[in-house]
C-alpha cells in the first residue's frame, strides 16, 4: 500500500507542473488558479453539508490552523508554480527548484518536530539533491537568455511556502480529517485567487477550450490526486519520507515534459533521474523495521519518529 500511495503521489504532484504549463497560454496565472479552486470548493463545502459528523470537533482554532496551511501550501506555493511557469520557466525546472524543499524539510525536521533523521535518511537527502542540480543544469542551459534570472527564485519562496505549511501541520496535536481538511483549503485557496485575480481584472475566463481543458486537469489529477496524498503520506510515514519522494518529481517532471511539450532530455537529465531513485531508495529502506513496527505499534509513535525512541525523548 505504501508502494501504491507512492507511485500515486509522485505521478498526480508531477501532473501538477503539466497542467500549469497546459494552461500558460491561455490565460493568466491568477485566472486559472481562480477557476481551479472556486468551482472545486463550492462542491467540497456543498459534500460537507451531507457529511457532517467528519466536522464534529473541529475547534475555530484547528480552523485557523488549516486556513494557514492552505494559504501556505496551496495559495502561496500555486501561486509562486504558476508565475514562474508563465515567466518562461520550464515545467521540468520548476519542479527541479522545488525539489530542494526535501533537504530543507530534514533539516528541519529534528528541532522543530524532534523527528529524528538518521544517517542513511540523510544520505539519501543529499543524494537527492545532488540528482535535483544535476538535472536542473542541463534544463537552465536549455533555456537560455529567454527566461530573466531572477525568474529561478519565484518557485524557490513557493517551495519555502510548502515547507513552512509543512511544519505548521506536523506540530498540531490533533490531526484534522483529510477531507475536511481538503475543503478548508480550497475554500481558502478560492477566496485568495479569486480576490486576486478580480483586484488585477482577469477574473473573467477565456473561451478556449484548451483552458477548461487545463482547469480540468488541474482539479483532478494535482488537487484530488497530489495534494491529499502528500497529507496522507505525512501521516502514515513521517515528513522526511514524503518530502524524499519530492525529489522524483523533478526527473519525472523532465520526463513527462520531454514527451509532452518537446522540452530538452538529455544524458544528463537521465542521469539526475537515476540519482534520485537511488535516493528514494535509500531513504525509504531501513534495517530492522520489524523491530520499529513492533515498537511503533506498542508506543502510538508515527514510524519517523520512532526509528530512535531515545532521540525522540531527548
Known amino acids: 500500500m505504501n508502494a501504491l500511495l507512492s507511485v500515486s503521489f509522485v505521478l498526480c504532484w508531477s501532473s501538477g507542473f503539466i497542467g500549469a504549463k497546459l494552461g500558460a497560454g491561455?490565460?493568466?496565472a491568477s485566472t486559472l488558479l481562480m477557476w481551479r479552486f472556486l468551482p472545486l470548493a463550492v462542491l467540497l463545502v456543498a459534500a460537507a453539508a451531507f457529511s457532517r459528523s467528519?466536522?464534529?470537533?473541529?475547534?475555530?482554532?484547528?480552523?485557523?490552523?488549516?486556513?494557514?496551511?492552505?494559504?501556505?501550501?496551496?495559495?502561496?506555493?500555486?501561486?509562486?508554480?504558476?508565475?514562474a511557469i508563465q515567466l518562461g520557466v520550464s515545467?521540468?525546472?520548476?519542479?527541479?527548484?522545488?525539489?530542494?524543499?526535501?533537504?530543507?524539510?530534514?533539516?528541519?525536521?529534528?528541532?522543530?518536530l524532534r523527528q529524528y533523521v538518521s544517517r542513511r535518511q540523510w544520505l539519501g537527502l543529499?543524494?537527492?539533491?545532488?540528482?535535483?542540480?544535476?538535472?536542473?543544469?542541463?534544463?537552465a542551459g536549455a533555456a537560455g537568455a529567454d527566461v530573466p534570472w531572477w525568474a529561478y527564485f519565484v518557485p524557490f519562496l513557493g517551495m519555502l511556502s510548502l515547507v513552512a505549511a509543512t511544519f505548521l501541520e506536523g506540530r498540531s496535536r490533533a490531526p484534522v480529517p483529510p477531507r475536511v481538511s481538503l475543503t478548508i483549503h480550497c475554500a481558502t485557496s478560492a477566496v485568495l485567487f479569486s480576490a486576486l485575480a478580480a483586484g488585477t481584472g482577469a477574473a473573467a475566463p477565456p473561451a478556449d477550450s484548451s483552458f477548461w481543458l487545463a482547469t480540468a486537469?488541474?482539479?483532478?489529477?494535482?488537487?484530488?490526486?497530489?495534494?491529499?496524498?502528500?497529507?496522507l503520506i505525512l501521516r502514515r510515514s513521517g515528513i522526511t519520507e514524503v518530502n524524499t519522494l519530492m525529489f522524483l518529481m523533478a526527473p519525472v517532471t523532465a520526463v513527462?515534459?520531454?514527451?509532452?511539450?518537446?522540452?530538452?532530455?538529455g544524458p544528463q537529465t537521465a542521469a539526475g533521474l537515476a540519482v534520485g531513485l537511488a535516493a528514494v531508495v535509500v531513504v525509504r529502506h531501513r534495517g530492522?523495521?520489524?523491530?520499529t513496527r513492533r515498537w511503533h505499534a506498542r508506543s502510538g509513535v508515527r514510524p519517523a519518529a520512532a526509528a530512535r525512541p531515545t532521540e525522540v525523548r531527548r
Open 126 to 139: 543529499w543524494l537527492g539533491l545532488a540528482g535535483v542540480a544535476t538535472v536542473t543544469v542541463a534544463d
Open 217 to 231: 486537469w488541474l482539479v483532478v489529477l494535482p488537487t484530488f490526486g497530489g495534494y491529499g496524498l502528500y497529507w
Open 288 to 291: 530492522g523495521a520489524g523491530r
Open 91 to 112: 515545467s521540468g525546472t520548476t519542479a527541479l527548484i522545488d525539489g530542494v524543499q526535501p533537504l530543507v524539510a530534514g533539516a528541519l525536521a529534528g528541532p522543530l
Open 54 to 83: 467528519a466536522w464534529r470537533g473541529l475547534t475555530p482554532r484547528a480552523a485557523g490552523r488549516q486556513i494557514a496551511v492552505g494559504a501556505l501550501s496551496q495559495s502561496g506555493y500555486l501561486l509562486s508554480v504558476y508565475y
Open 26 to 28: 491561455t490565460a493568466d
Open 256 to 265: 513527462w515534459g520531454a514527451l509532452m511539450f518537446g522540452e530538452p532530455f
